[in-house]
Structure formats: C-alpha cells, structure tokens
T-cell receptor
Framework: NAGVMQNPRHLVRRRGQEARLRCSPMKGHSHVYWYRQLPEEGLKFMVY????????ESGMPKERFSAEFPKEGPSILRIQQVVRGDSAAYFCASSPLRSGGQETQYFGPGTRLLVL | DQQVKQNSPSLSVQEGRISILNCDYTNSMFDYFLWYKKYPAEGPTFLIS?????DKNEDGRFTVFLNKSAKHLSLHIVPSQPGDSAVYFC??????????FGAGTQVVVTP
C-alpha cells in the first residue's frame, strides 16, 4: 500500500511566479489536509479537503493561495505570485473516512518550496 | 493561539537510557492525541496515539501517558537508540480533524 505521495519534492520559483504542489493520498483515504512548516517553526494547518469539496480553509492565506481535490487526480495546492515569505516545507496528509474524529493522519514527504 | 505546547525544544539522552518528552494542551475538548517523529527533509511519521478514554498506550519501546486533569501527556522511549534522534511532535485534532501541533522537541541520542 503506497503511502502519501507528493511532488515535486523540491521546487524553486522566482518572485511572482506560480507554484503548484501535488498530493496523492493513500489508497482508500478520502480526506486530505495541507500543512505548512516555516523555517524554525512547527507545522501549521492550511486547508482540509474531501473529493470536490473544501471543508475548512481557515488556515490558508486569503490571497494568492488556493487548493482543490478533484474527483479524479491528486489534490493541488496552488500559490500564485509567490513571495520570499512563501518559502517553506508544505506537507500533505491523508486519513480514511472519519468516524468519531479519532483518525490518524499519514503524511507525505513534503514539498520544499524556495522562492528566490 | 497555541493549543498544544512542547516547552522543551531539545533533549539529549544517552543510548540505552529513557527519553521522556512532554506535551501540554489547553483545549479540554481534545479527545485524541498523536506523536509524530520527523527526520530532516522528510515528512512526519506517525508513532503512537492515545484516546482520552485511556491513560496509557504502549507500543514496543514507546509508551504514551495521558493525564487529563493536568492536560498533559508524555512520550517515553526506552531504551533510546541512535535512530531515535529526530524531532518529535505532539498533536491533537480539533473537531474538524485538523491537527494542532506543538513546536517539537529535538531528541539527540548520544553513544
């Protein structure tokens, strides 16, 4: 059973460009979460998605950031017009259908975004 | 608003001895807690969890203790091994499932 897959593992962008980060959840998992880890900080929640639905985007900046989890294909985190402060490690996690809320989230290896 | 706190940024322990990592939380609605281990340039790896209906959960060398009245949990690793050197995160999901993480504790196991 393949784990959570993320690509690319490393992404370099110049200021003003767009960054697209992809996440394929574990087989059988229908819930996807995106987290960001800024340098020297812990992981912070960004957005929670199910297939074709954004459930909670309270942790995502209001501008330039968007996320989707289409019916087919991976979840995409999109950052438009990147700035240096977007440089961070972006992690995707997935969990199976929730029952009672006590579901373990499994993380991918992350995408390290560097904005020059 | 940091709802999960790990107040020790680092811990050094000798190989073979016990590592004790601490975590405090402020949200009394949390009912499930997880510990993740993270190596540099990798994603967090799930280690062990505990439900609030228990006060202890054990898996091999890893044991997590939960003290609900004190809103405190701890992770014990015994015996500590060099491969345990990593950053350990305590986390708890809110009602929507999104994880609140502590800042992490860097564990260094010395020979």
């Amino acid at each position: 059973n393949a784990g959570v897959m993320q690509n690319p593992r490393h992404l370099v962008r110049r200021r003003g460009q767009e960054a697209r980060l992809r996440c394929s959840p574990m087989k059988g998992h229908s819930h996807v979460y995106w987290y960001r880890q800024l340098p020297e900080e812990g992981l912070k929640f960004m957005v929670y998605l199910q297939k074709e639905n954004i459930i909670d985007e309270s942790g995502m900046p209001k501008e330039r950031f968007s996320a989707e989890f289409p019916k087919e294909g991976p979840s995409i985190l999109r950052i438009q017009q990147v700035v240096r402060g977007d440089s961070a490690a972006y992690f995707c996690a997935s969990s199976p259908l929730r029952s009672g809320g006590q579901e373990t989230q499994y993380f991918g290896p992350g995408t390290r975004l560097l904005v020059l | 608003d940091q709802q999960v706190k790990q107040n020790s940024p680092s811990l050094s322990v000798q190989e073979g001895r016990i590592s004790i990592l601490n975590c405090d939380y402020t949200n009394s609605m949390f009912d499930y807690f997880l510990w993740y281990k993270k190596y540099p340039a990798e994603g967090p790896t799930f280690l062990i969890s505990i439900s609030s209906i228990k006060d202890k959960n054990e898996d091999g060398r890893f044991t997590v203790f939960l003290n609900k009245s004190a809103k405190h949990l701890s992770l014990h690793i015994v015996p500590s091994q060099p491969g345990d050197s990593a950053v350990y995160f305590c986390a708890a999901p809110d009602s929507w499932g999104k994880l609140q993480f502590g800042a992490g504790t860097q564990v260094v196991v010395t020979p």
